[in-house]
């Protein structure tokens, strides 16, 4: 998750790298689980935690469900949630994916996916508004 305060420090590359591998080998692992039949359904940087060794790790395993047996429950925050999560409330493993993608982005740019407007491409383009005025 991490601060997302003023004053932060922003994160090294390598402490990313980390986060994401381990996050990405935490869903892939929730994903050959029963069969591949679970899905977590709620990926997003707060439910990802450092181990020792700084490499994410999924949390939230109780939400865990299987695919096409239990419906999804709507509260999940929007900024992560694929197009087919939203309208049908019902997780795949394409949305953790999808969500996965949105979450190694905010590791890219530092920025919650949360307060962004017009998609993906409101949120480059911010990005880069933002970067340009650091700049000046």
Not at 21 to 26: D, V
Not at 52 to 60: A, I, N, P, T, W
Not at 70 to 86: D, K, N, S
Request: aromatic share 6%; net charge positive; with cysteine.
């Amino acid at each position: 998750a991490g601060n997302r305060g003023e004053g932060r420090n922003p994160l090294d590359w390598e402490t990313r790298l980390r986060i994401a591998i381990g996050a990405a080998r935490g869903i892939a692992h929730i994903h050959t689980q029963s069969g591949g039949k679970l899905v977590h359904g709620n990926i997003k940087a707060a439910n990802i935690f450092l181990n020792s060794q700084g490499y994410g790790c999924v949390s939230e395993m109780g939400l865990a469900t299987l695919v096409s047996q239990i419906p999804q429950p709507a509260m999940r925050v929007a900024g992560y949630r694929a197009t087919e999560v939203t309208d049908s409330r019902k997780a795949t493993h394409a949305s953790d994916v999808y969500s996965f993608r949105v979450l190694v982005l905010e590791l890219l740019t530092g920025k919650s996916p949360i307060h962004a407007t017009g998609g993906e491409e409101g949120w480059r383009e911010r990005d880069e508004r933002e970067k340009a005025s650091e700049t000046r």
